[in-house]
């Protein structure tokens, strides 16, 4: 592994952290004080979009990026870091046209959408006239296991109809968004093979029986976007809106998973290098007991623990992404999965400790620690929950031991 990056990609991590210093931070105060209100702050976000795609800052990505279309091929590798930097700021990724979950349904649709498909969703997607959500968790059933989806994709002639509950449906409410991506049952016969019963539909959200019930908040937190439940009540779409083909549903949904979860890990690493600078700037100006908090052994402890866990899970993701890169995304389906179960647990410790130390201070709005710590511990459900990725871990180790069961013979002691 070599992760020494191009000179033209080093000059753009250089571009990205002065564009999100002179132009994004300046404005993360009014942004906040209109998303409050309950309204997405499109006033801001749009012209930033712009300067930034002005700036040669779009569509960063998307490795099959073709000449034609806006943006800039880069590797998983490569993007990696400018995730990282853009991280920093919670709402900053669309600025850039880089935000989930409209990256990993343009990365569907970059492989999967037929020409129709491509013309009338994909290319105003690209060009950040639209935006898009993604149905596929619901409320009524575990959905770690995704083989127990029960909204129903039915045939009735040319037509699809959809039928179904859904929730966590981040985007619903922006109001760009034009269009979802459903996963529901298409096979509904008792012995259909469990991962080929699903299928991936285009359902237009102004299609009749789709509604938004409500946008859920997150640990008492709104999300101005939405992360809403949704239902679908004799929802009609032509079955040319399938998307890829009938019943490989779940194909589609593991080639989605496996470059958005590097995403969502590196703006998780560049949320908790916010975190960490947070936390040393407070141990340094407070004092308590007469000393600085800086001087206490424990805050240091956690200071230089901190740092240990960001750099190796930096370290893991980028391996991840240059694997992906190098050998495909299925070859890397383990590392994906390590580095979601490493990443959302080092939100949720590394923020708690920065908590600690700014006291009471740091559970309230003031500060965007409470809110990185309560999206760290929803990461830890979103793109399947730890205790998933810990299954999927241990079976592939346990796969490899019986294939060379009985080799740590020779170890064990003769006497």
């Excluded at 960063?60 to 279309?69: A, C, D």
């Excluded at 130390?357 to 929803?378: C, H, I, K």
Aim: with cysteine; glycine share 6%.
């Amino acid at each position: 592994m070599h992760f020494e990056l191009p000179e033209d990609v080093q000059q753009m991590q250089r571009t990205l952290r002065r564009f999100m210093d002179e132009q994004v931070l300046p404005r993360n105060a009014e942004f906040e004080r209109i998303a409050a209100s309950g309204t997405y702050p499109t006033d801001v976000v749009e012209p930033l979009k712009r300067m930034a795609r002005e700036a040669g800052l779009w569509n960063l990505f998307l490795p099959g990026l073709k000449p034609e279309q806006p943006g800039t091929r880069l590797s998983n590798m490569q993007y990696a870091p400018l995730a990282e930097i853009m991280g920093r700021v919670p709402w900053a990724s669309e600025v850039f046209n880089c935000n989930a979950p409209d990256t990993g349904n343009m990365e569907l649709l970059e492989l999967h959408a037929s020409p129709e498909q491509r013309t009338r969703w994909l290319e105003p997607l690209l060009e950040g006239a639209i935006r898009s959500c993604f149905a596929m968790t619901e409320p009524d059933v575990a959905s770690s296991d995704a083989t127990n989806i029960q909204t129903t994709i039915r045939r009735d002639g040319g037509d699809y109809v959809i039928n179904g509950r859904k929730w966590f449906t981040t985007g619903a409410m922006h109001p760009h968004c034009r269009f979802a991506i459903v996963m529901g049952v298409t096979d509904e016969s008792a012995d259909a093979p469990k991962h080929r019963r699903h299928s991936m539909v285009i359902v237009p959200l102004d299609t009749p029986g789709f509604r938004i019930v409500r946008n859920v908040a997150i640990m008492h937190h709104h999300a101005p976007e939405g992360h809403c439940e949704v239902t679908f009540t004799n929802v009609r779409v032509p079955v040319s809106n399938l998307l890829g083909e009938e019943n490989a549903g779940f194909a589609l949904a593991q080639a989605r998973l496996g470059p958005g979860r590097v995403h969502h890990c590196m703006r998780t690493i560049g949320q908790c290098e916010l975190a960490m600078e947070l936390m040393c700037d407070r141990a340094l100006t407070r004092k308590a007991f007469g000393k600085q908090l800086s001087d206490f052994a424990n805050v240091q402890d956690w200071i230089g623990y901190s740092r240990v866990e960001i750099d190796q899970a930096r370290l893991f993701v980028l391996q991840a992404a240059w694997k992906m890169d190098t050998y495909g995304n299925k070859a890397a389906h383990i590392d994906v999965s390590a580095i979601k179960l490493v990443a959302a647990q080092l939100q949720t410790r590394v923020v708690d400790r920065a908590i600690q130390v700014f006291g009471a201070m740091g559970v309230t709005p003031d500060t965007p620690l409470s809110f990185l710590w309560s999206w760290g511990r929803a990461m830890r459900f979103f793109d399947g929950p730890d205790e998933v990725h810990l299954r999927t871990i241990a079976r592939h180790e346990l796969t490899r031991a019986k294939a060379t069961l009985g080799a740590t013979a020779p170890y064990y002691s003769t006497h």
